[in-house]
């Protein structure tokens, strides 16, 4: 009777769960679902769906570079294959029910792949069995960086990498109570599969804990890294990186080490690239109060853990500071540190014995937290009008893109952070491009816009080989490609010209097409 009433409760607790996570990662449905058509939120996501759609017209395709923007050159991307073949993947188990199973694949996959990380939490939790592997649970399911992270419409890689660094990092953690080959086996392949899908974070995290486990085995006089149990997840580790070579067949980038003016000014309109100073109070609106207390809790667990047999809890406590100063570096690795928080909290909360005590401070540490959703699910009359504007937005830039689909090449040029959104709707390639391989099409795009000089202005579009201009709103393409060049606005730029005195472009433009999101102009012979 015990047992069944055990499992009735697990099911309660992790349908619950499931509904938590779905919930919140899909509460901007608004926003996706506009107009009977699917939106995604970031111009990243449109890139990544215009490969996925490659693939789909040619199955077996691996991208190693992009024609469609930093059009004619293109992109050696650092994006690779596997979240490719994920989305096209869904995109088949979806036909039967959908006539837009490709844009519902696309915008679903981060979701339920939130999912999945939400039920191997949930199962690890048990195995680890923490006190208060709730509160693990709750912080993973509504933190507002791990929702945005794995959004419904944000095809994007980092939520594949979140999941695959947390079961690493989870099953490397294992490792330290249960040295067996089973848990070896799946770091090694969660190792691997983060590694091809990024080279970046997941490649500095995992050099992180070789190191520190390394360090650890010296303190311990211990030889874990080169044990027997260690050896089947060496193994599928290696196996999968040779897979990952021989399927891209190309050195990844490195987007860190890239310089120079234009990408320095650039990367200061890419979110993720920001520095998040300790002094930020996002850092509250992303993992609540418990991050002021952390200090103490991590002192008081290892000083406690010196007395006990089991593993020291220095292992997770590293990983843990170590991508908080990560994140004050760089944005994008806040993903990394709060789920690594959300894993590291049980832990450091297991000396407190009170349960009534730690559940009334965690419900006090996630107000932070809880304010943030209020105004996300309940926005003021500023916020709702800026939505519903975006919404209008996107409806008719797409209308305007409609009209550049044809069974040619007729290249355009737009304002970068449009250019991904635009191609994938038209299927004609662009000038610019949202990601750092796009820089040369972005500063091209930009002189463009910025020129009072109607020949060189003629010469940009005569290079890249240009049939049709898309002209946005001229205040915010003025402001933005300035910043970019590192130059002072000119009176009158010809974005300007172009969105407001169409009556007095040059002779090498016509107007085909307007709304209220902007101007088609196509190019013509002078």
């Known amino acids: 009777m015990q047992r069944v009433a055990r499992i009735a409760l697990g099911i309660i607790e992790i349908t619950t ?37 490659m693939c789909e017209k040619t199955p077996g395709l691996i991208l190693r570079h992009h024609d469609f923007e930093n059009f004619p050159g293109g992109t050696t991307p650092h994006t690779t294959a596997p979240l490719d073949y994920l989305i096209l993947a869904l995109s088949i188990l979806l036909k039967p029910f959908t006539t837009h199973a490709f844009d519902l694949a696309g915008a679903l996959i981060s979701p339920l792949l939130a999912l999945l990380m ?92 070789i190191v520190l486990l390394l360090v650890l085995d010296i303190l311990e006089n211990r030889r874990s890294l080169l044990a027997k149990y260690r050896r089947p997840g060496w193994i599928c580790f290696l196996l999968i990186i040779a897979i990952a070579l ?37 850092w509250l609106h992303w993992v609540g109060y418990f991050l002021l207390v952390a200090p103490f809790l991590i002192w008081s667990g290892l000083w406690k853990s010196k007395s006990k047999s089991e593993p020291s809890l220095l292992f997770i406590v590293v990983i843990l500071i170590a991508t908080y100063f990560l994140t004050i570096w760089q944005a994008r ?32 540490s996630i107000l932070p937290i809880l304010r943030d959703w209020d105004a996300r699910l309940w926005p003021n009359e500023t916020e709702f009008a800026r939505r519903i504007e975006q919404r209008n937005e996107s409806i008719q830039l797409r209308e305007l893109a409609i009209n550049l689909r044809s069974s040619e090449t007729r290249p355009f040029l737009a304002p970068w952070w449009l250019s991904p959104a635009i191609a994938y709707w038209s299927g004609q390639p662009g000038v610019a491009g949202a990601s750092h391989e796009s820089l040369e099409g972005i500063e091209q795009s930009a002189r ?25 709103d001229f205040e915010r393409v003025a402001r933005n490609s300035s910043a970019i060049l590192g130059v002072g606005l000119p009176p009158y730029p010809l974005c300007f010209v172009l969105d407001r005195r169409p009556a007095q472009v040059p002779p090498f433009l016509v107007l085909s097409a307007q709304n209220g999101a902007g101007k088609l102009y196509r190019a013509v012979e002078r």
């Open 448 to 472: 463009f816009f910025l020129s009072q000089d109607w020949q060189t202005a003629h010469k940009i579009l005569e290079d890249r080989r240009v049939a049709w201009v898309v002209a946005y």
């Open 246 to 282: 021989l399927i891209e067949r190309r050195i990844p980038s490195f987007s860190i080490f890239y310089s120079g003016e234009v990408f320095k000014n650039w990367s200061r309109n890419i979110g993720e690239l920001a520095h998040v100073w300790p002094t930020n109070p996002i």
């Open 17 to 53: 769960f499931s509904v938590l996570i779905l919930v919140a990662r899909c509460a901007n449905y608004q926003d996706v679902f506009v107009a009977g058509n699917v939106y995604f939120t970031d111009a990243d996501c449109y890139a990544r769906m215009t490969r996925a759609r």
């Open 118 to 209: 939400g039920w191997f939490l949930w199962w690890w939790s048990r195995r680890m069995k923490f006190r208060y592997g709730w509160l693990m649970l709750i912080l993973y399911a509504i933190s507002p960086i791990l929702v945005h992270g794995a959004e419904f419409g944000r095809p994007d890689h980092q939520s594949l990498l979140m999941l695959l660094v947390m079961v690493a990092i989870c099953a490397e953690w294992r490792l330290r109570h249960d040295p067996t080959a089973g848990w070896s086996v799946l770091s090694g392949i969660a190792w691997g599969l983060a590694i091809w899908i990024s080279a970046y974070e997941p490649l500095l995290l995992f050099i992180l804990v």
């Open 333 to 364: 690795w806040a993903y990394f540190f709060v789920l690594i928080f959300a894993i590291a909290l049980p832990a450091l909360l297991e000396p407190i014995k009170s349960r009534a005590a730690v559940s009334i401070a965690f419900i006090l």
